[in-house]
């Protein structure tokens, strides 16, 4: 039950694009389709951004997606707008737990 | 719409027991598997269990196995969190959370959140 590896902190100013990349193993990230990607702002509940590793539930923006490849998950953000600024954190479905990456702070220069 | 109340929290004495509930609304309860999360202050969120849908199958991380229990009463929508032998390193805001998809054993992606009850372990 190791957490999935996260970089601290990206950061990009408003209009470009960013990427997060977050890596598991074969008993988690590369064996399952369950990849997911939460936004959490300070002091709120978390949000699901991403599901099944590149769909976007009702009412998150494109300019939000997911890809994977082997045991690495990604989260590109393009179009960075201010309201982007938050932690994002990756998860992964493993069979009999799900596993959390350590999260990654998102600034907007 | 969907709706996840969290309640229970509050400080305790370590060592000691404390049971969360969370009131669900808004959708077929009996149907999602759930999940309560948990996030010590400052640091990220950590999956604490999960319970089937039917309830029958409940799984736990490492770190509470053995002395936290997950439970669910579908007749009252509610999920339950039973945390025995409580320590310091438990003090966190605890998260009911709800499956996306309809499964028996669910797909460990969260769609809904409730807002969370502080649980602080401390003498």
């Known amino acids: 039950q190791s957490a999935l590896t996260q970089p601290r902190s990206v950061s990009g100013s408003p209009g470009q694009s960013v990427t997060i990349s977050c890596t598991g193993t074969?008993?988690?990230?590369?064996?399952?389709?369950?990849v997911s990607w939460y936004q959490q702002h300070p002091g709120k509940a978390p949000k699901l951004m991403i599901y099944?590793?590149?769909k976007r539930p009702s009412g998150v923006p494109d300019r939000f997606s997911g890809s994977k490849s082997g045991n690495t998950a990604s989260l590109t953000i393009s179009g960075l707008q201010a309201e982007d600024e938050a932690d994002y954190y990756c998860?992964?479905?493993?069979?009999?737990?799900?596993?959390f990456g350590g999260g990654t702070k998102l600034t907007v220069l | 719409q969907v709706q996840l109340v969290e309640s229970g929290g509050g400080v305790v004495q370590p060592g000691k027991s404390l049971r969360l509930s969370c009131a669900a609304s808004?959708?077929?309860?009996?149907?999602?598997?759930m999940y309560w999360v948990r996030q010590a202050p400052g640091k990220g969120l950590e999956w604490v269990a999960v319970?089937?849908?039917?309830?029958?199958?409940?799984y736990y991380a490492d770190s509470v196995k053995g002395r936290f229990t997950i439970s669910r009463d579908n007749s009252k929508n509610t999920l339950y969190l039973q945390m025995n032998s409580l320590r310091g390193e438990d003090t966190a805001v605890y998260y009911c959370?709800?499956?996306?998809?309809?499964?028996?054993?669910?797909?460990?992606?969260?769609?809904?959140w409730g807002q969370g009850t502080l649980v602080t372990v401390s003498s």
């Open positions: 959370a709800k499956d996306l998809k309809i499964a028996v054993a669910g797909t460990g992606q969260f769609h809904y």
């Open positions: 808004g959708f077929t309860f009996s149907s999602y598997a």
């Open positions: 319970i089937s849908s039917d309830g029958n199958n409940k």
């Open positions: 074969s008993s988690d990230v590369g064996g399952y389709n369950y």
């Open positions: 099944d590793v590149t």
């Open positions: 998860c992964s479905y493993a069979g009999t737990y799900t596993v």
